[in-house]
């Protein structure tokens, strides 16, 4: 909103005299926000009857938890059926210690005393980008530095490379082939000392906070699973079967800690499917059909495949593609920055996956979700009326270009 305030009000004939970023407000804000969330949930387990211990567990057996509460004591909790949903941590990076201070996580970016000047983010994954975002709309001069040679290297590239050229729009500035050899933070700010991927000549970047985000990791340590026989990976994930089953019998895994999309919104599926199959029924999760939000501005959202996926696959497509600059809201509103982009099966029109930059793309992909969920053609989707003016005939006019051709472009 400061970032609107300050930069589009004037556009719409808005004149503000003077605007002002009052950080503990917008602060207290969030944390008023996380502390509603939190409290909703458990207001559920109240209403649902389902007994909270607060503290932290690890395993004793395959059917029992000793949990050290908060409140400093010991209890054991017992269960015919245990299902380990202790989510992910920060990806550590050797040499570098996190002091949420100067050099933060993505919890400490979120909690900083003073806007900083300068911020470097090591990483352009989703979170590193969304909190570059968020402080670069607030005023600080951001420098991204990540090792691969793209940014979001999973995103499909023709979305990725309009995506990166926008948030370059924005100042941010990217060094990709870029490894992070050493840091200094004894002094008032931080020095980071980088070198090129391949290796080569060195150099030093200075900057008031450094933002550690190049990955998460399950976090599953100190829950002694090794003790009770749970089989891991390498990287540390606990492996499952189709029923979130461990090897160990009645105990079972879900979310940030087995393999899959490190994504809140896949965890609740997961832990839906799980207990259903502990009841009994039949659950399932398609790892292909969950969305993926950047939430950075503008946002990026996809589900299903990206074109480099479906060229290494060997699979014949069809592309339909429309702009966010031919679509009559989005100019309207002057976010007409973005596109929409569709990929379907070259012989059935099945959709294989859809992509988009915008504003609110994280809304508009649930269109989408649903389409490839139920195997829909992009004609389908062409087929079904939109309201005008909206940001959603954007996709109804990719999905015509796709199959023959849209009627605005």
Same mark, same amino acid.
């Given at each position: 909103?400061?970032?609107?305030?300050?930069?589009?009000?004037?556009?719409?004939?808005?004149?503000?005299?003077?605007?002002?970023?009052?950080?503990?407000?917008?602060?207290? /804000?969030?944390?008023?926000?996380?502390?509603?969330?939190?409290?909703?949930?458990?207001?559920?387990?109240?209403?649902?009857?389902?007994?909270?211990?607060?503290?932290?567990?690890?395993?004793?057996?395959?059917?029992?938890?000793?949990?050290? #509460?908060?409140?400093?004591?010991?209890?054991?909790?017992? %269960?015919?059926?245990?299902?380990?949903? #202790?989510?992910?941590?920060?990806?550590?990076?050797?040499?570098?210690?996190?002091?949420?201070?100067?050099?933060?996580?993505?919890?400490?970016?979120?909690?900083?005393?003073?806007?900083?000047?300068?911020?470097?983010?090591?990483?352009?994954?989703?979170?590193?980008?969304?909190?570059?975002?968020?402080?670069?709309?607030?005023?600080?001069?951001?420098?991204?530095?990540?090792?691969?040679?793209?940014?979001?290297?999973?995103?499909?590239?023709?979305?990725?490379?309009?995506?990166?050229?926008?948030?370059?729009? /924005?100042?941010?500035?990217?060094?990709?082939?870029?490894?992070?050899? !050493?840091?200094?933070?004894?002094?008032?700010?931080?020095?980071?000392?980088?070198?090129?991927?391949?290796?080569?000549? /060195?150099?030093?970047?200075?900057?008031?906070?450094?933002?550690?985000?190049?990955?998460?990791?399950?976090?599953?340590?100190?829950?002694?699973?090794?003790?009770?026989?749970?089989?891991?990976?390498? %990287?540390?994930?606990?492996?499952?079967?189709?029923?979130?089953?461990?090897?160990?019998?009645?105990?079972?895994?879900?979310?940030?800690?087995?393999?899959?999309?490190?994504?809140?919104?896949?965890?609740?599926?997961?832990?839906?499917?799980?207990?259903?199959?502990?009841?009994?029924?039949?659950?399932?999760?398609?790892?292909?059909?969950?969305?993926?939000?950047?939430?950075?501005?503008?946002?990026?959202?996809?589900? !299903?495949?990206?074109?480099? /996926?479906?060229?290494?696959?060997?699979?014949?497509?069809?592309?339909?593609?429309?702009?966010?600059?031919?679509?009559?809201?989005?100019?309207?509103?002057?976010?007409?920055?973005?596109?929409?982009?569709?990929?379907?099966?070259?012989?059935?029109?099945?959709?294989?996956?859809?992509?988009?930059?915008?504003?609110?793309?994280?809304?508009?992909?649930?269109?989408?979700?649903?389409?490839?969920?139920?195997?829909?053609?992009?004609?389908?989707?062409?087929?079904?009326?939109?309201?005008?003016?909206?940001?959603?005939?954007?996709?109804?006019?990719?999905?015509?270009?796709?199959?023959?051709?849209?009627?605005?472009?």
């Amino acid at each position: 909103m400061y970032h609107e305030a300050k930069h589009v009000f004037a556009n719409h004939g808005v004149k503000v005299s003077s605007v002002e970023v009052d950080l503990p407000a917008m602060l207290a /804000q969030k944390d008023t926000a996380v502390k509603n969330l939190t409290r909703g949930v458990e207001g559920l387990f109240k209403k649902n009857k389902v007994n909270y211990v607060k503290g932290y567990g690890k395993f004793l057996s395959p059917s029992e938890v000793s949990v050290d #509460t908060i409140d400093g004591e010991n209890v054991v909790v017992k %269960g015919k059926h245990i299902i380990v949903a #202790t989510g992910s941590d920060v990806k550590s990076l050797p040499g570098i210690t996190i002091d949420e201070k100067k050099i933060v996580s993505s919890t400490g970016a979120l909690s900083l005393t003073e806007i900083p000047k300068k911020l470097i983010v090591i990483g352009a994954g989703y979170i590193g980008l969304e909190m570059g975002s968020v402080w670069g709309r607030l005023g600080s001069e951001v420098t991204v530095v990540e090792f691969a040679a793209d940014i979001v290297p999973a995103m499909d590239g023709e979305i990725r490379k309009q995506f990166q050229r926008s948030l370059e729009k /924005q100042k941010m500035k990217f060094m990709l082939k870029t490894k992070v050899v !050493g840091v200094d933070s004894s002094g008032d700010g931080v020095k980071l000392i980088v070198e090129p991927a391949e290796g080569g000549e /060195q150099t030093t970047l200075e900057a008031d906070v450094v933002l550690v985000s190049a990955g998460r990791t399950p976090f599953t340590s100190g829950l002694d699973l090794e003790k009770i026989g749970v089989e891991t990976d390498k %990287g540390g994930r606990i492996l499952v079967n189709e029923r979130f089953s461990t090897n160990v019998s009645g105990v079972y895994a879900i979310g940030d800690v087995i393999p899959g999309p490190m994504l809140a919104h896949k965890a609740e599926e997961d832990g839906v499917a799980c207990v259903e199959f502990i009841a009994g029924k039949h659950g399932h999760v398609d790892y292909d059909k969950v969305p993926g939000v950047v939430y950075t501005y503008p946002e990026v959202a996809s589900v !299903g495949k990206t074109e480099e /996926q479906l060229k290494k696959e060997g699979v014949s497509y069809n592309v339909g593609k429309f702009p966010f600059m031919a679509n009559s809201r989005a100019k309207a509103i002057d976010t007409a920055e973005g596109m929409v982009k569709i990929l379907a099966d070259k012989e059935t029109d099945k959709i294989l996956g859809v992509h988009i930059m915008s504003p609110n793309a994280g809304e508009l992909i649930h269109e989408a979700v649903l389409a490839i969920n139920y195997d829909a053609s992009s004609e389908d989707i062409a087929r079904v009326c939109h309201a005008h003016p909206t940001m959603s005939e954007a996709i109804k006019e990719a999905a015509m270009a796709t199959y023959d051709k849209p009627i605005h472009m």
